[in-house]
């Protein structure tokens, strides 16, 4: 069950745990402490090694509800350009119950057709990018083990998207964290959990021999309309070390407490959507 209250900002604090600094950061990501959150312009980069690069735009929307009818939150993920694949869609329903594998549906607009994903497809592409669906949409703070390795400050990322140094300096929590889940495509990944935001700002993947495979920067910041203060991603860049690919998500627009209708977030609105 949920430890922490929805609709309400948490901050992180020196002394805490391992688990308590994971759960406020999950609360975080998925927003729970806001009631809805509305991504209206996202930009998806796939740059090869070589530097040729595709874009792919998107829009996404989540729904926080907070307990009802034992949901915790449904999210969808929609791709809006190029136009042969406009209209793609992932809709993921997140239950209370962590026993409860969540729910995740694909449309794939081109074959009129839904397709369900099992919980072991997580560590497909999303999208075609460097970062699994596990990454971006359905991983929870129950899949892994966590040990606190300590407070530092974080080194500083070169954020190849722009050439700019991100972060260099800031103070964040050194988190361990190894999946459950046997076999799984990691063996543990290092956790750069920024002080200020609760965001994860670094993340390095290690294979089972130990070697780093892939890295994952996430530029965190407050999104403060009027009198709400709520952090937000605004850009995450995933590096393959194995491939040289480099995937980049923009989010360019976004709002909290739209007032979104949960009718949004059924199978039935995805096989009728123009979007």
């Not at 604090?13 to 609360?27: L, N, P, Q, T, V």
């Not at 607009?109 to 839904?114: A, Q």
Request: include cysteine.
């Amino acid at each position: 069950a949920q430890d922490l209250e929805y609709h309400k900002l948490y901050t992180l604090k020196s002394g805490m745990s391992a688990d308590e600094i994971m759960r406020i950061f999950y609360h975080n990501k998925y927003s729970l402490f806001a009631q809805d959150y509305q991504l209206s312009v996202c930009k998806i980069f796939y740059v090869d090694k070589s530097g040729f690069t595709r874009r792919k735009d998107a829009i996404r929307e989540r729904i926080v509800l907070a307990g009802k009818d034992g949901m915790s939150y449904k999210d969808i993920v929609v791709i809006t350009y190029p136009t042969q694949v406009k209209g793609l869609a992932i809709l993921t329903w997140t239950y209370e119950d962590i026993k409860r594998d969540q729910d995740v549906w694909l449309w794939i607009p081109s074959l009129k057709k839904v397709r369900k994903i099992s919980a072991s497809e997580d560590d497909d592409s999303f999208m075609g990018s460097d970062f699994t669906v596990e990454e971006v949409s359905t991983r929870r703070f129950e899949d892994e083990r966590y040990r606190l390795i300590g407070e530092k400050e974080f080194q500083g990322y070169r954020f190849e998207h722009t050439g700019e140094l991100k972060f260099k300096g800031k103070p964040c929590f050194v988190i361990e964290a190894t999946p459950k889940k046997p076999h799984w495509y990691y063996s543990k990944r290092i956790v750069w959990i920024d002080k200020e935001t609760g965001g994860n700002i670094f993340e390095e993947y290690y294979d089972k021999k130990g070697k780093i495979f892939k890295t994952r920067f996430i530029e965190w910041a407050w999104y403060e309309p009027e009198t709400k203060r709520y952090p937000q991603q605004l850009a995450l860049e995933c590096k393959d070390l194995r491939t040289g690919h480099r995937s980049v998500i923009l989010n360019i627009e976004a709002k909290y407490d739209q007032g979104i209708d949960e009718r949004r977030f059924t199978v039935r609105m995805l096989e009728r959507s123009k979007w």
